[in-house]
C-alpha cells in the first residue's frame, strides 16, 4: 500500500508541473496516468481513470481558468496559446512554463507607451478594448 501511496504523489506532482504548461499540458499529465491504469487495473479501469481525468480537466479548463486567465490577467485565450508555442520555441521547455507570465510582463510594457497600447489591447480580452472604446469615446463627447 505504501508504493501505490507514493505513485499517486508521482502522479499528483506529474499533473501539477504539466497543467502550468497552458493547453496542451494537462494531456501530457494524463497520458502516463492513464497508461498506468491499464497496466495496474485493466482496460476497465484505464477508462475510469481516463473518464475522471477529463471530467475534471473539462470543468477547470473551461470554467476556471478563462475566468481567472480572461478576467484576471486579461490576456485573451488565443494569446495565451500562441504565447506557449512562441516562448517554447524561442526558450525550450521553461519558456512554456513561462509563457503566461511573460507575455503577461509583456502586455503592461506595451500598454505604459500610447505609440504601442494598440498591441498590448490586440493582447488582452474583448471586455478590455470594450472598456478603452468606451473611454475614448466618452473623453471625446
Known sequence: MGLFREQNGLWVLLAFLLNYIPNIGSIIAGLPTVLFALVQ????????????????????GN???????????????L???LALVVWGFVL??????????LTMTMKIILQQ??????????LGTQEDAQVI?????????
Open 79 to 81: 494569446v495565451v496559446f
Open 63 to 77: 470554467v476556471v481558468e478563462p475566468k481567472i486567465m480572461g478576467k484576471g490577467m486579461g490576456l485573451s485565450t
Open 113 to 122: 507607451n500610447p505609440r504601442t497600447r494598440w498591441i498590448a489591447i490586440m
Open 92 to 101: 525550450g521547455t521553461v519558456g512554456m512554463f513561462l509563457s503566461v507570465p
Open 41 to 60: 487495473l485493466g482496460p476497465g479501469g484505464a477508462l475510469w481513470t481516463g473518464g475522471g481525468y477529463v471530467a475534471v480537466n473539462m470543468i477547470i
Open 133 to 141: 472604446l468606451d473611454e475614448k469615446s466618452n473623453a471625446g463627447t
